[in-house]
């Protein structure tokens, strides 16, 4: 079992719509990071966390340290959005990162 | 420029050839990271430097694989006697300071093909 799960997989979604996305580990962490990844293979940290919630624009963070769970929502979706987002947790004071597989969103308009 | 670069953005290259993978971190980061992700992946741990130090080179697959960074700022990753399992995107990111409190800033990526 891998130690970062993330769900869906694939997501399709229209317009406007409220996305999640969810993560999953299954270690003790001191960080989560939400990436995003376009098309052509550039990534983008969106969040890190590690208690609670962050919101930037149209993008919400949260994660329950005691269920090892975290969530990423996108109010309003739009096209741009399409984009596959990745979950990648820190253990302790490690510099590495454990990434999950990625959940690819598709947003039609 | 202001953010990681990595060059060649793609390439191919024959089953045996060497290759060589550059990264230029943003300037004054600490922390260089090489990542490997294989299609449909998620990017999984090569290597790590802290300034020119190579601090973790567990996630190298194997001997043929070697990175450095010499002076503490430009990173070169090279695989030598390349099979067609080394096929993946290899990333980049560098971080300004040592510990695991800062994001990480990737790069593009460097797409390889082994034919």
């Known amino acids: 079992k891998n130690e970062v799960e993330q769900s869906p997989q694939n997501l399709t979604a229209q317009e406007g719509e409220f996305i999640t996305i969810n993560c999953s580990y299954s270690?003790?962490?001191?960080?989560l990071h939400w990436l995003q990844q376009h098309p052509g293979g550039g990534i983008v940290s969106l969040f890190m966390?590690?208690?609670g919630k962050k919101k930037h624009g149209r993008l919400i963070a949260t994660i329950n340290i005691q269920e090892k769970h975290s969530s990423l929502h996108i109010t309003a979706s739009h096209p741009r959005d399409s984009a596959v987002y990745i979950c990648?947790?820190?253990?302790?004071?490690?510099?590495?990162?454990?990434f999950g597989k990625g959940t690819l969103l598709t947003v039609n308009p | 420029g202001a953010g990681v670069s990595q060059s060649p953005r793609y390439k191919v290259a024959k089953r045996g050839q060497d290759v060589a993978l550059r990264c230029d971190p943003i300037?004054?980061?600490?922390?260089l990271f090489w990542y490997q992700q294989a299609l449909g992946q998620g990017p999984e741990f090569l290597t790590y430097?802290?300034?020119?130090?190579?601090?973790?080179k567990s996630g190298l697959p194997s001997d043929r694989f070697f990175a450095e960074r010499p002076e503490g700022s430009v990173s070169t990753l090279k695989i030598q006697r390349t099979q067609q399992e080394d096929s993946a995107v290899y990333l980049c990111a560098s971080s300004y300071r040592v510990e695991g409190t800062q994001p990480q800033h990737f790069g593009d990526g460097t797409r390889l093909s082994i034919l």
């Open positions: 966390l590690s208690s």
């Open positions: 300037s004054g980061h600490v922390s």
């Open positions: 430097f802290q300034n020119e130090a190579q601090l973790d």
């Open positions: 270690v003790g962490i001191s960080a």
């Open positions: 990648a947790v820190r253990r302790g004071s490690n510099y590495k990162l454990t």
